[in-house]
């Protein structure tokens, strides 16, 4: 795991560990699982109790952002949608807050 993850770039380190420190403090209600060699983070979204197409809804239709569902890798994906922070920081964040607003409005 170690050797892995010292071979991605240090911005996508930063983005991962932005994106967990994110999770953690503003949106307690999603987590994820950290990637060990990828810029692709799962979002464990099950708290939300949304099933699978009113969670895709939620992001692509409230937060403005198209995400792979989770379900695109078999069933033990509902409930999960996938995340790509090999991206600049300020897209990241924006996307983040897109997410936190779209959910705190419900």
Known sequence: DIFF?????????????????????????????????????FLNCKELKLEQSALEHLFLNEAHL??????????????????NVGCPRETLQKALEQLKFAINKR
Do not use: V, W, Y
């Not at 967990?20 to 990828?38: G, V």
């Open 5 to 41: 993850s010292a071979a991605l770039p240090l911005p996508l380190q930063k983005n991962i560990d932005f994106t967990e420190h994110f999770l953690k403090t503003e949106l307690p209600c999603i987590s994820m699982i950290r990637p060990q060699a990828s810029f692709l983070i």
């Open 66 to 83: 198209a995400l792979n569902s989770g379900t695109m890798f078999g069933i033990e994906g509902e409930g999960f949608m996938r995340l």
